[in-house]
């Protein structure tokens, strides 16, 4: 085992770059309408996915909802967007060439909230469907929009995979900074499988996220290997990411009586008053089942789900001392409106950050973040990092051949990182 003042001067001379990429955009989905709550995109029903994923030429199917705060109803429309590897918008092709059908489409099916205290229209479609279907992979950004009044209330990022590439993702804790203290590594290996590759630093990009999370997202990472085959990258410092700690959770599956997570719920007059348990610091490690991030609405009925469960206030405590210079954010999959929505606050009397979120019944996966003033969000030192910790990792390569003008998503890989050992995921 490696003495920590050898680890601290390992760091010190050679730093993990989080990418040359960073203040590029990347794949998110957003909320710009107060009115507009519950954004959900989920591919094939897997609610723990994120960003959603599609197979190219397959029966997948993207599934859109958001739940607007009233009875009245809105025309929504949408329209898919293709962006390049960089979530920039692709200039360089013709709509047609990348979609089937018709874009701006109208979102007809739609149902009111039956016996809710909050009234709410839900929204919902699926991509593709008998008006568009994708004939490219790469990435999109689909756009909602109230026609009535030409406002975007919503975007959805998502991609397309077509497989036509292998690549094989390994992950472990025993790393080139530590073996099994607060670390994981990943290795890949890519093979071309036919595809005619002459430039591989110009017609390949490799993206690597953990728990699809943004802020310590690779990009562009280098290769230590190469030959006519294909590519690997092994012992590489930019592919080294903190373990974290597991995800706190909660459930609200009736706001009569608390559930899993919840201290105690109360009635205001207007609104119910959700409490989950006093967060603190965990400075040790103790493994709990997750979702990294991800939400699944449902109340204790399980039953007409997306009409019948009710919006409540749920008011987040973390115990801490004050932290200037930056805010503390809760984060998660479904954390999709504007950032100041999810700043704590914080109470002096009872050195505790508080922030009060309105949020539909069901099941959430959180995490807390520090953001300083003037840099990218991190997370927060108190949660420490363990590399017990489950971890999902997704691994995308995208290509462009020569004489190609956009960027294709040819190669996916997923594999979980848990407290025992790394699960695969292959997408065919």
Known sequence: MKKPFLTLLF??????????????????NHIYSQHIKTLQAIANNNWLSSPAVLRLRSDDVLYVSFDELSHTYHRYTYHIERCEADWTTASEVFESDWIEGFNN????????????????????????????????????????????????????????????????LEATTNTDIDTNQ????????????????TYPDEQIMLVVMQNGREDNMRRGVSPTYSNADGL???????LIFEGGNEYRKFEILDPSHPTMGIDNITWDGSN????????EPRPNYIYDKDANGAFYIRNSDNRENDTSSEYVLVNYRLKAPYMPQGHIIINGH??????????????????????????????????????????RPRLLPSEGNFYQTENRYLAFIYYKGIGERTWRL?????????????????WR
């Not at 760091?11 to 998110?28: K, T």
Request: proline content about 3%; overall charge negative; glycine content about 4%.
């Open 105 to 168: 489409c109208l979102i007809e099916n739609y149902s009111l909230s039956v016996n809710t205290i909050v009234p709410y229209t839900h929204y919902q479609f699926q991509i593709p469907n008998d008006r568009c279907r994708l004939k490219m992979s790469g990435n999109y950004r689909l756009h909602i929009t109230d026609d009535d009044s030409n406002e975007e209330v919503a975007s959805i990022d998502f991609l397309v995979t077509e497989q036509t590439m292998s690549l094989a």
């Open 232 to 238: 690997e990258w092994h012992h590489c410092r930019e």
């Open 410 to 426: 040819t190669a996916l890989r997923e594999i979980l990182l848990g407290s025992s050992d790394a699960h695969d995921k292959t």
């Open 272 to 279: 119910y008053q959700v409490y989950p348990f006093l967060d």
């Open 182 to 197: 607060s670390h994981q590594q990943l290795s890949l290996r890519l093979n071309y499988l036919g595809n005619r590759v």
């Open 11 to 28: 760091l010190l001379l050679y730093p993990i770059a989080v990418s040359d990429f960073a203040g590029e955009i990347v794949a998110e």
């Open 334 to 375: 479904w954390t999709t409106e504007a950032s100041n929505s999810y700043i704590m606050t914080y109470d002096k009397e009872n050195s505790t950050y508080t922030a009060q979120i309105l949020q539909k019944q069901g099941y959430y996966s959180y995490q807390y973040l520090w953001k300083p003033n003037n840099g």
